[in-house]
């Protein structure tokens, strides 16, 4: 029996060779930049921004 590619196949392939890893790492770069500490002071303002009156 031959395998038939088709588009959804091709497609999914691609899915997983590709996008996958890629999201995998913008989605760990996104967690190390708000857990790095230099930041903290950088997100601790933006918490208190809805609090401060203007």
């Known amino acids: 029996m ?29 967690v190390a930049y708000a857990l790095w500490p230099r930041n903290k002071s950088t997100f601790d303002a933006a918490a208190r921004l809805p609090l401060s009156e203007d």
């Open 2 to 30: 031959r395998a038939i590619l088709t588009v959804q196949n091709f497609a999914s392939d691609i899915v997983v060779t590709l996008w996958t890893p890629t999201f995998v790492g913008i989605f760990i770069a996104v």
